[in-house]
């Protein structure tokens, strides 16, 4: 065992245990985020070869590797988040062996800078797995490939043209499908500077075989950028409202953007876990993210101590022969890779925000970040005994971030549970063409696009073509553009989705509202109506528009399919909240009634004070004014969002409840000082 750890070819097996454990250990919990939804759906119901038109208005190339991949995989969450773990292993034994070629004598380096590419923590994203994996992370293996093609064609010269011309095809099939990668490209001039540099002498000569031996990659790089100017500006390409820059670009924005780009990849997140975590260090989750970290940098620190190179292994080396040539390459190509990988976003002028949906694109700036880190780290610390402890450490923060990034979507996708079993308890059916609306979801990997998808699964299992029948809409987000130009009655809503179109208008609609800490809810005139939530602003002016008579409350709850869906959880407060309104809906007063006694039975009550108000009204309108009347005294010391709820609930039992309990409505009501 120790001559299989001390050996080089242990190395892939290592690369494996640091993938396991970095994005590993909470895979079971987590699920589908932001366009997997959408992209499984449109693979389920209309099949894989829907991804050829369905990409021909944006990244072209990119549907027929969604057209393999879907053809192979089910819309399984378990699987595609086990593909991403074997895709970003092999991600990272690419870089290995790109950097290995590119280096081949300076092994110590090369292998701590693919670890720190495996595990880089700028990147959040990796478990949106049915997104990234096909958009970006095979393209990016076929160019690092590239990269390490072309350095052996320049190290093996009686195999020149057969390591060329796969690295040229490697280089088209990275490149084209996303324009993601269009900055790496001076990378590999700079990596064949490095390499030339070995035996040519004199700056004009090494350039001038430099340019002979890149050239041919330059014109398939130029190639690329013409296609895209071309494709932008031709009226095909169809975005999600994003599109490239024209205005000028002043030096002090560029120096600013760079600046932000050289401090976010190349510095800060590298320790960017200690900050998050120092936010909450108490908390299970930072916990066990500094427990991990510890326990990562002491494996790796002796598995590396270990490991035995063809050279002299770093703890006898004192000071690497040659250290200082790859260190001021690494910093140099690093350095051009991060800025360089800041290009594509900057043009279309998207931010780089750490820890959200924008930091995917750190994807670009991955290779150059880590050449960066490794080459400075190089370059400042001698002993290389120190030097091994330091890269270890960076490798154990950088484990320790993507274990709490994993943490955060287990968070999502468990949220996202909720909220599908909520939704199917309280809406059994709908009728076709509805749109439902809502300000936000408060979960932060889901747009209304995302949950359209998971809502046309639920209520139209059969689709198979056609107008989508159903929508999920964010007014806040829609309002005043194309799929929604205003709010009054019988205004047209278009929301285009692929190759299909969702048909509807504000009509045919119904609101629905998702606390951060509570049940899901449809909102109506009558009984959760504007005067109620007056506190609540955003979703005022939607509630006069909220038709619940679409939904079907007479069919069976929809089964929701596992997989994709979660298992339905187990039956807490929330699902006798969510049968309770179902309840309230048709009049059941007294299945209300009996819903909110069971759910008390069992020890569970509400997060969200709104809640009662089914209950109370049910114990109100059954007979049970004593129940009430307690209820609604607490209710109101506690929240005073709820009085304006409550004065209406009594006035409506004053009205319409049985006659025996007008009188207690009324002292109640003066009581509480409602008139």
């Known amino acids: 065992m120790r001559r299989i750890l001390r050996s080089p070819r242990s190395i892939p097996a290592f690369f494996a245990l640091i993938t396991l454990i970095a994005y590993g250990l909470l895979l079971p919990f987590t699920g589908f985020y932001w366009d997997d939804w959408p992209f499984a759906w449109a693979a389920q119901f209309l099949g894989p070869s829907q991804f050829i038109p369905s990409f021909a208005g944006f990244r072209p190339f990119l549907g027929p590797i969604f057209f393999l991949t879907t053809s192979l995989i089910p819309a399984n969450p378990v699987l595609w988040q086990t593909f991403a773990l074997i895709i970003r292993f092999l991600a990272g034994c690419s870089a290995w062996f790109a950097l290995d070629q590119i280096w081949p004598r300076h092994e110590f380096q090369t292998l701590i ?34 990269f390490g093609f072309t350095a052996r064609a320049l190290r093996n010269p009686e195999r020149n043209s057969v390591h060329t011309i796969a690295a040229l095809l490697l280089l088209i099939a990275g490149l084209f499908p996303t324009e993601y990668f269009i900055g790496l490209e001076p990378m590999r001039f700079l990596f064949i500077w490095v390499i030339l540099g070995e035996e040519t002498k004199g700056f004009w000569p090494r350039l001038g075989r430099t340019l002979k031996r890149w050239w041919p990659y330059l014109l398939i790089w130029t190639a690329d950028a013409l296609w895209l100017a071309y494709y932008y500006k031709s009226g095909a390409y169809v975005s999600y409202g994003v599109t490239a820059t024209r205005h000028a670009i002043s030096i002090q924005t560029l120096l600013l953007a760079s600046g932000d780009a050289f ?184 747009t209304d696009l995302s949950f359209t998808a998971p809502i046309n699964w639920m209520y139209a299992p059969n689709f198979r073509g056609g107008d989508l029948p159903y929508a999920m809409v964010y007014v806040n987000k829609r309002l005043g553009g194309a799929s929604l130009s205003d709010l009054k009655p019988d205004t047209a809503i278009d929301l285009p989705y692929r190759t299909v179109t969702f048909h509807g208008s504000t009509s045919q609609v119904i609101v629905i509202y998702a606390p951060p800490n509570g049940c899901l809810r ?88 709104f809640e009662w108000l089914p209950f109370i009204e049910a114990d109100a309108r059954t007979g049970d004014v004593k129940s009430a009347e307690q209820i609604t005294r607490q209710a109101w010391k506690d929240n005073g969002k709820l009085h304006q709820g409550l004065c209406l609930l009594w006035e409506r039992v004053q009205a319409e409840g049985p006659a025996e309990v007008h009188a207690a409505a009324a002292n109640l009501l003066a009581e509480l000082g409602c008139r």
């Not at 949906?357 to 370059?379: C, E, K, P, W």
Request: glycine share 6%; net charge negative.
């Open 113 to 146: 800078a693919s670890l720190l590419f495996l595990i880089f923590p700028g990147f959040s994203q990796h478990w949106v797995a049915y997104t990234h994996i096909n958009q970006e992370w095979i393209p990016l293996i076929f160019y690092l490939l590239s």
């Open 522 to 609: 449809v909102l109506d005139p009558i009984y959760a109506n504007a005067q109620t939530y007056n506190k609540f602003a955003s979703l005022t002016g939607l509630i006069p528009l909220s038709d619940p008579s679409r939904i079907i409350t007479d069919a069976p709850p929809p089964g929701l399919p596992n997989p994709p869906f979660p298992a339905e959880p187990a039956h807490t407060w929330c699902y006798f909240y969510e049968r309770a309104e179902l309840a309230r809906q048709i009049g059941d007063w007294p299945q209300v009634a009996q819903l909110g006694g069971q759910a008390l039975q069992r020890g569970y009550v509400p997060q969200d004070d």
């Open 263 to 446: 401090w976010k990849a190349g510095l800060y997140v590298w320790v960017q876990v200690l900050v998050l975590t120092a936010q909450s260090a108490t908390a299970p989750t930072s916990l066990l993210t500094f427990v991990l970290i510890l326990l990562s940098f002491l494996s790796i620190a002796f598995y590396v101590l270990h490991l035995e190179f063809s050279a002299a292994p770093p703890r006898a080396e004192g000071r690497r022969p040659g250290g200082q040539t790859f260190a001021v390459g690494a910093v140099v190509i690093g350095l051009t890779g991060i800025l360089l990988g800041r290009v594509p976003s900057f043009a279309a002028g998207l931010p780089l925000t750490l820890q959200s949906s924008y930091d995917r694109f750190m994807i670009s700036m991955m290779l150059g970040a880590s050449l960066f880190a490794t080459g400075l780290i190089d370059v400042l610390i001698r002993d290389v005994l120190v030097k091994t402890y330091v890269f270890a450490l960076l490798i154990a923060l950088g484990v320790g971030q993507q274990f709490f990034n994993a943490n955060i979507f287990r968070r999502d996708w468990a949220r996202q549970q909720d909220l599908y079993w909520e939704l199917g308890w309280r809406i059994p059916a709908l009728k076709p063409d509805t749109a439902i609306l809502t300000d936000f979801v408060p979960i932060d990997y889901e």
